[in-house]
C-alpha cells in the first residue's frame, strides 16, 4: 500500500513536468510552421495567440484548413507522425488560433469621402494586417476608375467590398483597339459595342473594316484584343 502511495505521488508531481514538455514540444512546432511561411491568397500570417496545445511531444505536421477570405480566427490541423517525416499519422488535432494577415495592399494617401472616384493618386502600397476582409488591391492601377461606397480615413487599407466598378467605357465610345503580331504592335480606331469596366471583355467594332472583335479593357480609352487582329 505504502509503495502504490509513493508511485501515486511521484505521477502527480512528474504530470506537471510532462505537461510542460508536451505543451514545449508543441509550440516550439507550431512556431516552425509559422516561421517558414504559411501563405493563403498573397498574404502571410503570423501567430497571434493558439487557445491550446495537442497533447503530446511527438513530430507533427501542421496544415491549413480550406480558408474562405482572410479569418482572424480559425483551426489549423495538427497531425502526430509515427516517425519524423514518416508521412503516417497517428492523431489529428483541430487547434483553434488567431493569426494577422499580412499584405502589401493599397491604402489611403489621405481621408476620402464616400462616392469618390478613385485614381491611384490617392492611394498608396504599404504592408498591413487584412485579417477578417477580403481581398486588398495589390496595385494601385487596379483602384482607377472604382466608386468608394464608405468613407476611407487615411491609412487605411481599400477592400473589393468598399467599392463598386464603374464602366470605364460607355456603349457607343471610340476606342483605341490594340494588337499584337510577334514583335509588332498595331493600333486602329473602334467603336465600344456596350459598356464595360476595367479587366473586362468587351466587343468593338472596327470602323476600318468593320469586323468586330473582343479584346481587355486597359483603361478608359483602350482595348487590347484578347486573339486574332485589329485588321
Not at 491568397?41 to 501567430?47: F, I, M, Q, W
Not at 491550446?52 to 477570405?69: C, E, I
Request: glycine share 8%.
Amino acid at each position: 500500500m505504502r509503495r502504490l502511495l509513493l508511485l501515486l505521488v511521484g505521477a502527480l508531481l512528474f504530470l506537471p513536468v510532462w505537461a510542460e514538455a508536451a505543451e514545449n514540444a508543441a509550440m516550439r512546432s507550431l512556431r516552425a510552421f509559422f516561421a517558414a511561411g504559411v501563405a493563403h491568397d498573397g498574404a502571410v500570417a503570423e501567430l497571434a495567440s493558439v487557445d491550446a496545445l495537442p497533447d503530446t511531444t511527438g513530430p507533427l505536421r501542421w496544415r491549413l484548413p480550406r480558408l474562405h477570405r482572410f479569418p482572424r480566427r480559425f483551426s489549423l490541423i495538427a497531425e502526430e507522425l509515427r516517425a519524423p517525416g514518416s508521412g503516417v499519422v497517428t492523431r489529428r488535432w483541430f487547434v483553434p488560433v488567431e493569426v494577422r494577415w499580412m499584405a502589401v495592399v493599397a491604402v489611403a494617401r489621405r481621408d476620402i469621402p464616400a462616392r469618390t472616384v478613385l485614381d491611384p493618386s490617392m492611394m498608396t502600397l504599404r504592408r498591413v494586417d487584412i485579417a477578417g476582409h477580403d481581398a486588398g488591391f495589390s496595385s494601385l492601377e487596379a483602384v482607377d476608375g472604382l466608386r468608394l461606397l464608405r468613407r476611407l480615413r487615411r491609412g487605411a487599407p481599400l477592400f473589393l467590398a468598399d467599392t463598386h466598378r464603374l464602366p470605364l467605357i460607355r456603349r457607343g465610345q471610340l476606342v483605341t483597339i490594340e494588337a499584337r503580331f510577334g514583335p509588332v504592335q498595331v493600333t486602329t480606331v473602334g467603336k465600344a459595342l456596350r459598356s464595360a469596366a476595367r479587366g473586362d471583355l468587351l466587343l468593338v467594332e472596327n470602323l476600318r473594316s468593320k469586323r468586330q472583335v473582343e479584346g481587355r479593357v486597359i483603361n478608359a480609352r483602350t482595348v487590347r484584343v484578347v486573339s486574332g487582329g485589329a485588321g
